[in-house]
């Protein structure tokens, strides 16, 4: 069985372009996350490692869409592997069946990592860059303007801290880190 696999990084990019290039390709089942590739914490792709089966093959447009590090590329491999599945990456023109099928994955999968941090170097030199003009003034705080009083209930006792950062909608570390400024 072939199955597809589709990460995009944000709920608002478009996942068409691969999943046509799946479709071409003749998946049978796709399975498709919406998140950063940082790790490997994806529903989907966890899903997808429990779904294959022996003889499968795991199909990608790319590396990167798959994997962001060699450690986490590799690692995922060998799950699959373990499992006697396939994995193709269709841009890297990358086949595990072949030796060096193997080998390039290696060598891709490390280049991939490469131009991530790349990309982290240029975006942390920019930042710096907008800063010493004054430009860059970081994150806007978030600001909720029923914050002291839903914070003042709970003190009281008559909310918890999971309610009360559900009507705020915030985050515990967000939510304690702001509790503890006032």
Same mark, same amino acid.
């Given at each position: &069985? $072939?199955?597809?696999? *589709?990460?995009?990084?944000? /709920? #608002?990019?478009?996942? &068409? ?6 479709? #071409?390709?003749?998946?049978? #089942? *796709?399975?498709? +996350? $919406? ?5 490997? +914490?994806?529903?989907?792709?966890k ?9 499968? /093959? ?11 590090n /060699? ?14 599945v #396939?994995?193709?990456?269709?841009k890297?023109?990358? +086949? ?5 099928? !193997?080998f390039?994955?290696? *060598? ?6 490469l ?6 170097q ?12 004054? !430009?860059? !003034?970081g994150?806007?705080? *978030? ?11 709970? !003190? ?8 009360? &950062?559900?009507?705020?909608n915030m ?12």
């Amino acid at each position: &069985m $072939k199955i597809g696999y *589709i990460r995009v990084s944000t /709920t #608002e990019q478009n996942t &068409m372009r691969q999943e046509v290039l799946l479709k #071409e390709l003749g998946v049978d #089942e *796709i399975f498709i +996350d $919406k998140a950063s590739g940082k790790n490997t +914490d994806r529903t989907e792709l966890k899903r997808l490692l429990t779904y294959v089966r022996q003889g499968d /093959t795991v199909i990608v447009e790319s590396i990167s869409r798959f994997a962001r590090n /060699t450690r986490d590329l590799l690692e995922l491999i060998e799950l699959l592997t373990a499992k006697h599945v #396939e994995f193709i990456s269709r841009k890297e023109a990358i +086949d595990t069946t072949t030796p060096t099928g !193997k080998f390039m994955l290696i *060598i891709f999968g490390a280049v991939a990592e490469l131009e991530r941090e790349y990309i982290l170097q240029r975006q942390s030199e920019g930042i710096a860059i907008a800063k010493a003009q004054g !430009k860059y !003034k970081g994150r806007k705080p *978030i600001v909720h303007p029923d914050f002291e009083k839903v914070v003042s209930k709970w !003190k009281a006792g008559s909310l918890t801290a999971v309610e009360a &950062m559900r009507r705020l909608n915030m985050k515990p570390s967000t939510f304690y880190r702001k509790v503890k400024k006032i």
